[in-house]
């Protein structure tokens, strides 16, 4: 029989070039003026689904930009996989930051991709990932080597919160109905240390907008006799964290889940090499809550950033002017048993409440998502755990991941399922940044580690009944 590697290196070329031609489409759901590269993208994903062999494929419309759901049923007996992606991309500005063009997929060879590398908004997240389960599907069907049922949901707005997909998923539970669910659109810690995600923190979006004087100032006619709106939010923002970095909203940290020593000594097993961290970042120092690492800090705490901050003047040259309004935009990254409504409204009284008379604060809710932990002792996680180690050699390390993924807690919710987060990505493919990219060797590597997930888990399946 043979082997998804052998079948991987026949058809090498057209697996790259199929991808390169997904990551041309600038799919930016947060930019109403791609909307149209949105839904061209599901027809070729759409299309995709068709030619790997599903044998029903449909693009389901929501409120916002459609799902592409495609299935495979061999028996209504067996078991079935649900696997999940997202089709659209975050914007890939700023746009003079790329060394080449975001929509213009090259393949570079760098230092750590000595097989290169594919550069492309998306390529990464999540086209690239998501694509590796097209591709796996195809090497089964082709091969006769599908064991179990499997379903397809694409979707198009993960990048800007998932809010109409919670309907879709309501609506369509049978459809929907699963063994277990398949997403790859996390990391790992590297090649040498393949790692499963286990975790993904949850996520509230606000923005806040204060507004001092009905209009722009003169600042030196006006200035030191009103609030300047930009002076006192930036005052605001500050009082945010403490001296050690914790975060100073009334009852933020309530129902934070603690980890016991244990839980925490397992975590610092994992490799982490401090230089290299602040050296690929050039920074001189790591910054954040007192009393944690660097692993804890970026996946079991919660956070509070700033995304975003305006107001006043920003041209070239100077202007005097007290501007009448500032903004910011903030993001709470939250963990188990934190809920982001009651987050967002803790927040919203507490920044409230720093305000100071002579300026407006308004809270705008944007969205957000709660966390998720997958356990590890479920036939989902071993066949995954088991499908790493027969195509890395190694056994990956369990890690909770910083990120989120606004559908996975719901899918959990609304389907009764375990999601298992098998990603290929590394914290260096510049998600979300400038020059995007995926290692060649990772998404073949994915390509080739996934279908032995679908045979592990179908003989797991098989023996527990
Ligand atoms: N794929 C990421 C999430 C991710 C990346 C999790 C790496 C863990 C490791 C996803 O596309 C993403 O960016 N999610 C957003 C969610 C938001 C837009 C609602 C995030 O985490 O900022
Ligand atoms: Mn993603
Ligand atoms: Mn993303």
């Not at 060394?99 to 290169?116: A, L, N, Q, R, W």
């Not at 006192?232 to 603690?258: P, Q």
């Not at 979300?432 to 679908?454: A, V």
């Amino acid at each position: 029989m043979q082997s998804s590697k052998e079948y991987i290196n026949q058809h090498k070329d057209r697996f790259l070039n199929e991808l390169i031609e997904l990551l041309k489409i600038p799919s930016i759901s947060a930019d109403s003026a791609f909307s149209q590269d949105v839904i061209n993208t599901a027809e070729v994903v759409e299309k995709a689904l068709i030619e790997a062999g599903c044998d029903h494929v449909e693009i389901c419309e929501t409120d916002g930009y459609p799902i592409v759901y495609g299935e495979k049923i061999i028996d209504p007996k067996l078991p079935t996989v649900l696997v999940y992606g997202h089709y659209d991309v975050q914007p890939p500005d700023p746009l003079d930051l790329w060394d080449s063009p975001p929509f213009e997929p090259v393949i570079k060879k760098t230092d750590e991709h000595p097989d290169g590398a594919i550069f492309a908004r998306g390529a990464s997240d999540d086209k690239g990932q998501m694509y590796m389960h097209v591709k796996a599907l195809e090497f089964m069907v082709k091969n006769d080597q599908l064991p179990c049922n499997v379903k397809f949901m694409i979707e198009g707005e993960e990048e800007v919160g998932s809010v109409n997909i919670a309907q879709y998923v309501a609506n369509n539970k049978e459809k929907l109905k699963n063994d277990v669910i398949l997403i790859s659109d996390t990391g790992m810690i590297s090649k040498e240390y393949p790692s499963i995600t286990t975790g993904l923190r949850g996520l509230s979006y606000v923005e806040v907008e204060l507004t001092g004087p009905n209009r722009d100032l003169h600042s030196g006619l006006y200035g030191g006799a009103v609030a300047n709106p930009i002076n006192i939010l930036t005052k605001m923002i500050a009082a945010l964290h403490d001296e050690n970095n914790h975060i100073t909203i009334t009852g933020f940290y309530d129902k934070v889940e603690e980890l016991s020593s244990e839980e925490r000594a397992e975590m610092a097993k994992a490799p982490f090499d401090l230089d290299a961290y602040q050296s690929i970042l050039d920074i001189d120092s790591i910054y954040g809550e007192k009393g944690y690492t660097t692993n804890e800090r970026n996946s079991i705490r919660p956070t509070l950033d700033v995304n975003g901050i305006w107001g006043g003047y920003i041209g070239e040259g100077a202007k005097t002017v007290i501007a009448s309004k500032a903004y910011a935009k903030i993001s709470m990254r939250l963990v188990p048993n934190q809920d982001w409504e009651e987050i967002t409204d803790l927040f919203t009284t507490h920044f409230e409440s720093l305000a100071p008379k002579g300026v407006q604060v308004k809270v705008i809710p944007h969205h957000g998502g709660q966390a998720y932990v997958t356990p590890i002792d479920t036939i989902g996680y071993q066949a995954a755990s088991k499908a790493y180690e027969t195509t890395f050699g190694k056994v990956p390390i369990p890690q909770r991941g910083g990120g989120s993924i606004p559908i996975v807690p719901l899918f959990e919710k609304e389907l009764d399922s375990k999601i298992i987060l098998m990603g290929f990505g590394l914290d260096s493919n510049a998600i979300h940044s400038p020059n995007e990219h995926f290692g060649l060797w990772f998404y073949y590597k994915g390509i080739e580690t996934i279908p032995y997930f679908y045979k592990y888990f179908a003989e797991m399946m098989a023996q527990e009944l």
